[in-house]
């Protein structure tokens, strides 16, 4: 087997999980798991959080169906709604909560025959122009969905563009439209992702949306996921399979793109784009071998990349290499590559062996 491993420890899962929660308290929280729990395997994530969630939020009802498998009592959010009418009659089986996004959405769900009311969620674009319905619209259908057969809870939501930076007067002005709509009877709100739950107390509402904290990484530029009181999730590490000798002048990997200013000691890392480490991470982007910093140098290959090992002459081959973790945060890395922590956890593939541990 390839020496790479993505190692996830579900106590800090937990961890964060119960930090989000004393950041609101009374208020409830969906875990967000959509995309295979941000890549960290939503099988053992939503296992992890059983005993602990209040529910559970997913992008596509073939998300919804696996997390009800897992848990038969638990809500589960689907954020997106249904993307035809056909799907309406499953997601009242595995008795969802359900996003109306849009009028078409709501004209399906009026018109279906569904074996049990549904939780509804009326999405408000409250400035962010993604999905949702404008606030004349909300006040519009409110009669129409609050008096329906086919609603259970007739709820309220919307989602911030920037509450990642902080002071943002979008941020504000979101916030001011979704609270002139609390006069209208709904049963619950909904508005605060990890960046509003963890700095805009009046965002909190009655459930709470935590994402990107669960998983140990921040949604800060100038906040750090150790700052934040989080616990890093997963390590991604890997192996030196060789080290070399280059003298100054010689180049190294794909394009001849990083060329030695000095006799250098090369080491060979088994971890590439094709397990999602980013192609377009820079040369100096950090990562650590035996605990050490190092630097990448040249292009990131299909299954391999190269590290700068000349100020680590006791680097061997078979050191470990930690791309990123525990010790290296991932969040560094992605600032690194040009990119956010979100995007470096989803896109860790199939190929990468996952280990679960419990701290």
Same mark, same amino acid.
């Given at each position: 087997m390839r020496p790479l491993v993505a190692t996830v420890d579900l106590a800090a899962i937990v961890h964060n999980y119960r930090l989000a929660k004393r950041c !609101?308290?009374?208020?409830? *929280?969906? *875990?967000?798991?959509k995309a295979n729990a941000y890549g960290h395997g939503v099988r053992e994530v939503v296992s992890a959080l059983h005993e602990e969630a209040d529910g559970f939020a997913v992008a596509s009802l073939e998300e919804a169906a696996e997390v009800r498998a897992l848990h038969g009592e638990a809500r589960i959010l689907l954020l997106e709604g249904c993307f035809a009418a056909e799907e309406l009659p499953m997601a009242a089986q595995l008795n969802l909560d359900l996003v109306l996004q849009g009028c078409e @959405?709501?004209? #399906? &769900? +009026? !018109?279906?025959r569904l074996p049990r009311p +549904?939780?509804?969620?009326?999405? $408000?674009d409250s400035g962010m122009h993604? $999905? %949702? $319905? #404008? !606030?004349? !619209?909300?006040? #519009?259908?409110?009669?129409? +969905?609050?008096? #329906?057969? @086919?609603? *259970?809870? +007739?709820n309220l939501m919307s989602h911030f563009a920037c509450a990642d930076e902080r002071g943002h007067a979008l941020t504000e002005a979101q916030l001011e439209c979704f609270l002139d709509l609390l006069d209208l009877d709904f049963d619950q709100r909904s508005l605060a992702n990890s960046a509003a739950l963890l700095t805009i107390p009046a965002a909190h509402m009655d459930w709470l949306r935590p994402g990107i904290m669960l998983y140990g990484a921040t949604p800060f530029a100038e906040l750090s996921a150790a700052e934040l009181g989080l616990r890093p999730v997963m390590s991604l590490t890997a192996q030196l399979?060789?080290?070399r000798e280059v003298a100054a002048g010689e180049s190294v990997g794909y394009g001849a793109s990083w060329v030695a200013e000095r006799p250098s000691r090369i080491g060979t890392v088994s971890c590439g784009y094709a397990d999602g480490y980013p192609r377009h991470a820079p040369s100096g982007t950090p990562l650590l071998v035996g605990g050490q910093r190092a630097a990448l140098v040249g292009r990131v290959s299909m299954d391999m990349l190269t590290v700068d090992l000349t100020d680590l002459p006791e680097a061997r081959v078979g050191d470990a290499v930690e791309l990123w973790g525990a010790s290296l945060p991932v969040d560094e890395v *992605? @600032?690194?590559? %040009?990119?956010?922590?979100?995007? &470096?956890?989803?896109?860790v593939t199939a190929r990468v062996p996952r280990r679960y541990t419990q701290g």
């Open positions: !609101a308290p009374g208020r409830q *929280a969906f *875990a967000v798991v @959405q709501v004209e #399906a &769900l +009026l !018109a279906a +549904l939780n509804v969620w009326l999405k $408000l993604r $999905l %949702g $319905l #404008a !606030a004349d !619209a909300v006040r #519009a259908l409110h009669p129409r +969905l609050r008096g #329906a057969a @086919q609603v *259970a809870e +007739l399979i060789a080290v *992605a @600032q690194a590559a %040009g990119t956010i922590g979100y995007e &470096l956890l989803t896109k």
